[in-house]
């Protein structure tokens, strides 16, 4: 797919994002900023196209969409932000219209996010004729907070060996826990309908650390994995990319001794607090959160615009 040319009106202009810009003054506002800030770092490794709006050449705003096959349906995913003095002015419909030509040619649609209970992202999701297809759980652990001597009960499933994955491992090692990896995004909820496109080399930068990936064994064979990334913005913590077990070994409390087990991995190297996102109606995955001690802190609403 080819990267549109740059866009104007009279007073509106939306051209690709440079070296230049900064980050963070076109993503000022955003209460979900972090996402921005993750996705900024997977650049390398992701096909991720970035635009900036500028209002009478002012920055006024950001927009990034991922053209891939990730979220349900085989969406593609896109963030969206206008700064806070900019906003009613068209700059997130100029936005917006550079994204879509982006994933148009390739994908029925683009999924974005808001956080719940915002009155103008929800008036602007309506007004655009998006529809919401579902609702995310944001949750929050407190590492300092936890009982350790519980923790260390739950961290353990009978038959099950659970350790942290080294990242100096070998390709052929890292291909086969790509693999695995891959088919839990792909048989997840979030992706029902034909997404979970994760690319290798995104899942390999993704990891840089030790303590970010911890892994499930049954006598030698993979059955579960946990993986986080630094969350940007906040200090000392944690956000979990995904927590998966393989079908045939559900049902036995593996997802929540490797979710209790990777809490105290990391709480011994320094994290402080772990968040989490869960889609609402994923049962399994909010119950292990919930005997874990996680928080409910906010809710994500997932709002998609379909090309048909």
């Known amino acids: ?20 810009d900064d980050l963070a003054t076109l993503d000022a506002g955003n209460p979900l900023g972090w996402m921005t800030a993750w996705w900024s770092t997977l650049t390398e490794s992701m096909d991720l196209r970035w635009y900036v ?8 705003g950001l927009g990034v969409v991922c053209p891939l096959p990730f ?16 906003r009613r002015r068209g700059v997130g419909t100029a936005l917006h219209a550079a994204l879509a030509a982006v994933v148009r040619p390739e994908l029925p649609g683009i999924l974005y996010q808001h956080v719940e209970g915002d009155a103008a992202a929800e008036a602007t999701a309506r007004a655009w004729g998006f529809s919401v297809v579902g609702t995310h759980h944001e949750s929050v652990l407190d590492l300092q ?8 009960a739950m961290a353990a499933a009978p038959g099950v060996a659970l350790d942290a994955v080294d990242p100096a491992v070998d390709d052929r090692s890292w291909r086969n826990l790509y693999a695995f990896v891959r088919a839990r995004f792909q048989d997840a909820p979030d992706a029902e309908g034909g997404g979970g496109d994760l690319p290798f080399d995104a899942f ?3 990891l840089a650390e030790p303590w970010q990936l ?19 913005g906040t200090a000392g913590a944690a956000n979990t990319v ?7 070994a559900r049902g036995r409390g593996i997802a929540t001794a490797l979710k209790a087990w990777h809490a105290l991995h990391m709480s011994e190297r320094g994290i402080t607090h772990v968040y989490t996102q869960n889609m609402e109606g994923n049962e399994p ?19 998609v615009c379909s090309f048909s």
């Open 214 to 232: 911890a892994a499930a064994h049954d006598g030698g064979r993979l059955v579960g994995v946990t993986l986080v990334v630094a969350r940007p």
């Open 145 to 152: 907070a936890v009982d350790r001597t519980a923790y260390a």
């Open 1 to 20: 797919m080819e990267t549109p040319m740059t866009t104007s009106t009279s007073r509106i202009t939306v051209r690709p994002m440079t070296d230049a």
């Open 71 to 86: 979220a349900q349906g085989g969406y593609g995913v896109g963030i969206l932000n206008v700064r806070p003095e900019h």
């Open 204 to 206: 390999r930068e993704m």
């Open 242 to 248: 995904i927590t998966g077990v393989a079908p045939a």
């Open 285 to 303: 995955i909010l119950a292990a959160n919930r005997r874990l001690g996680f928080v409910r802190a906010a809710g994500h609403v997932d709002v």
């Open 53 to 60: 709006a500028l209002l009478d050449g002012e920055p006024a």
